[in-house]
């Protein structure tokens, strides 16, 4: 079974300050994992994607993630925070032909 | 086509009523997935086709909820007898072959409201 936890409902940020969202995993398997971004009333949007390549992966807007085995952790993070960052993230994991397995979600508010 | 498609992208019904919501997968993806995304909830798997099977319908919130997949391509899904607790954005997402590491394209969702 696959499961991930994303530690932060809500996470607060200033313009130009360093983003930080936290993702833990649970996978039987060698896990594929993502994150996904939703924007208000917009469809999700794939951010980056891990499967079994480099452990740091570097995805679109300057966001990037670092795959940490020993930890069970994929977190997202970003040097510098921009207004148009504010939206809702999703950690998913997968593995295999499984499904996709998606966190409840961290919403970051980014205030000027 | 370039995207998933999905239509309605808004659909408001009477209780009782049933809807179909409608899928349009990027061609070529064997692999397509339906979840719901209720209000200020994370996604809920619902269904699974990998082609016009469904290895996986373990979603499915009750029987009134079905989906069926024709021709490897367009998927349906049929909610019968709406109830206000099925309003939520319905999302659809298709992949090549199914496998996670090739990942997964989301269409914009069919926004229901049951009334």
């Known amino acids: 079974a696959q499961s991930v936890t994303q530690l932060d409902s809500h996470v607060s940020v200033s313009e130009g300050t360093p983003v930080l969202l936290r993702c833990n995993y649970s996978?039987?398997?060698?896990?594929?994992l993502f994150w996904y971004v939703q924007h208000p009333n917009k469809g999700l949007q794939l951010l980056l994607k891990?499967?079994?390549?480099?452990?740091l992966v570097k995805g679109i807007n300057g966001f990037e993630a670092e795959f940490k085995k020993s930890e069970t952790s994929f977190h997202l993070t970003k040097p510098s925070a921009h207004m148009s960052d504010a939206a809702e993230y999703f950690c998913?994991?997968?593995?295999?032909?499984?499904?996709?397995?998606f966190g409840t979600g961290t919403r970051l508010l980014v205030s000027p | 086509g370039a995207g998933v498609s999905q239509s309605p992208s808004n659909k408001v019904t009477e209780k009782g009523k049933d809807v179909e919501l409608r899928c349009d997968p990027i061609?070529?993806?064997?692999?397509l997935y339906w979840y719901r995304q209720s209000l200020g909830q994370g996604l809920e798997f619902l269904i699974y086709?990998?082609?016009?099977?469904?290895?996986?319908k373990s979603g499915l919130p009750s029987d009134r909820f079905s989906a069926e997949r024709t021709g490897g391509s367009v998927s349906t899904l049929t909610i019968q007898r709406t109830q206000q607790e099925d309003s939520a954005v319905y999302l659809c997402a298709s992949s090549l072959e199914g496998l996670s590491s090739y990942g997964y394209t989301f269409g914009s969702g069919t926004r229901l409201t049951v009334v």
């Open positions: 998913v994991v997968s593995a295999g032909f499984q499904k996709l397995v």
């Open positions: 086709f990998q082609g016009n099977s469904a290895p996986d």
């Open positions: 061609s070529g993806h064997t692999a």
């Open positions: 996978s039987s398997y060698s896990p594929s």
């Open positions: 891990y499967t079994s390549a480099a452990t």
